[in-house]
């Protein structure tokens, strides 16, 4: 069993884990990914739920593989079939859950603190959140640094530099939490309109072009047009000019630099098509080690106690 901070199973955010903690989740995933034939069905008649109020696919998809593989049974609910449609309360419906023998729900939600203010009110369920709004999405952070645990061998004193839509990205934000705690060196870089004052609290902000002189890594980030209140870029050809990486800006990096991006990619935008696939790029080796971090993280919300 892996051993948790909280002892509850909850993961709302990667603050909320130690470095031993995520290293332990590293191990796991690496054990799985090795020999997954070993791990599946564990929970082979237990049930989870995937609670998902905003569009997704990608971490929908990867969470129900890696439920899948752990024979776990699989109930699917979004806003439209939920009961909040009925006037029921966000928590009844996870006490609902909990009451027909949910073990842990996968919620994917608007924001505003809610998956944390749940969990302090024990409703009996683990709950993983699979991204709330602008705040944090740590199953992508952890898969991330999973991905370049194992290609470089060590986070400490890594140089990541975060690029893009900082402002609005709950990707960068459980990046940097995570990154800060094994002693990497993030640095941040973007369009003005889209900077973010409160991360340049705690890690620089520099030209786009120095960022990737310096990087280890590059994370390009999608541009989060869904959650612009107003226009924040001319149009994406101007975008891509000032802030896309092409092959261009890839040969400022260090030889050894590799590319990252947590999708879904606007091919021609935050990153030109011929780099998504690059020798460099990392970006289907995380979708796949997303399966194995996620296998590990659902282990522990079930092991961790209640």
């Given at each position: 069993?892996?051993?948790?901070?909280?002892?509850?199973?909850?993961?709302?955010?990667?603050?909320?884990?130690?470095?031993?903690?995520?290293?332990?989740?590293?191990?796991?995933?690496?054990?799985?990914?090795?020999s997954p034939d070993s791990h599946r069905g564990r929970y082979e008649g237990r049930f989870a739920a995937n609670l998902f109020f905003e569009p997704s696919t990608r971490t929908r998809l990867s969470f129900e593989v890696a439920e899948r593989k752990l024979g776990m049974e699989v109930l699917r609910l979004d806003e439209g079939?939920?009961?909040?449609?009925?006037?029921?309360?966000?928590?009844?419906?996870?006490?609902?859950?909990?009451?027909v023998g949910v073990e842990v729900a996968v919620?994917?939600?608007t924001g505003g603190g809610l998956l944390a203010e749940m969990a302090g009110r024990s409703p009996g369920i683990a709950l993983v959140n699979g991204g709330e709004g602008e705040g944090g999405h740590p199953t992508q952070a952890l898969l991330d640094l999973f991905t370049l645990h194992r290609h470089f061998g060590t986070?400490?004193?890594?140089?990541?530099?975060?690029?893009?839509?900082?402002?609005?990205?709950?990707?960068?934000?459980?990046?940097?939490?995570?990154?800060?705690?094994?002693?990497?060196?993030p640095v941040l870089s973007g369009p003005e309109p889209m900077r973010d004052p409160a991360l340049e609290k705690d890690f620089?902000?520099?030209?786009?072009?120095?960022?990737?002189?310096?990087?280890?890594?590059?994370?390009?980030?999608?541009?989060?047009?869904?959650?612009?209140?107003?226009?924040?870029i001319t149009s994406p050809a101007d975008y891509r000019r000032q802030f896309g990486l092409t092959p261009?800006?890839?040969?400022?990096?260090?030889?050894?630099?590799?590319?990252?991006?947590p999708g879904p990619v606007n091919r021609g935008v935050e990153i030109d098509g011929e780099l998504v696939e690059h020798p460099r790029s990392k970006i289907f080796e995380q979708m796949e080690n997303g399966?194995?971090?996620?296998?590990?993280?659902l282990e522990r919300a079930i092991e961790g106690g209640l």
């Amino acid at each position: 069993m892996i051993e948790t901070r909280t002892r509850t199973g909850h993961l709302i955010d990667t603050d909320q884990l130690s470095r031993e903690e995520m290293e332990a989740l590293f191990e796991r995933a690496g054990a799985i990914r090795r020999s997954p034939d070993s791990h599946r069905g564990r929970y082979e008649g237990r049930f989870a739920a995937n609670l998902f109020f905003e569009p997704s696919t990608r971490t929908r998809l990867s969470f129900e593989v890696a439920e899948r593989k752990l024979g776990m049974e699989v109930l699917r609910l979004d806003e439209g079939s939920s009961s909040s449609v009925k006037g029921e309360s966000f928590y009844d419906t996870l006490r609902t859950l909990s009451s027909v023998g949910v073990e842990v729900a996968v919620i994917r939600h608007t924001g505003g603190g809610l998956l944390a203010e749940m969990a302090g009110r024990s409703p009996g369920i683990a709950l993983v959140n699979g991204g709330e709004g602008e705040g944090g999405h740590p199953t992508q952070a952890l898969l991330d640094l999973f991905t370049l645990h194992r290609h470089f061998g060590t986070l400490s004193g890594l140089r990541v530099a975060i690029v893009g839509d900082l402002r609005h990205s709950r990707v960068a934000r459980s990046n940097l939490q995570a990154l800060q705690e094994f002693g990497a060196r993030p640095v941040l870089s973007g369009p003005e309109p889209m900077r973010d004052p409160a991360l340049e609290k705690d890690f620089p902000y520099l030209p786009m072009d120095e960022a990737l002189r310096q990087a280890d890594a590059v994370m390009m980030l999608r541009i989060q047009l869904e959650r612009h209140r107003e226009k924040l870029i001319t149009s994406p050809a101007d975008y891509r000019r000032q802030f896309g990486l092409t092959p261009e800006r890839l040969e400022r990096m260090p030889a050894h630099g590799v590319i990252l991006h947590p999708g879904p990619v606007n091919r021609g935008v935050e990153i030109d098509g011929e780099l998504v696939e690059h020798p460099r790029s990392k970006i289907f080796e995380q979708m796949e080690n997303g399966v194995w971090i996620r296998m590990a993280v659902l282990e522990r919300a079930i092991e961790g106690g209640l």
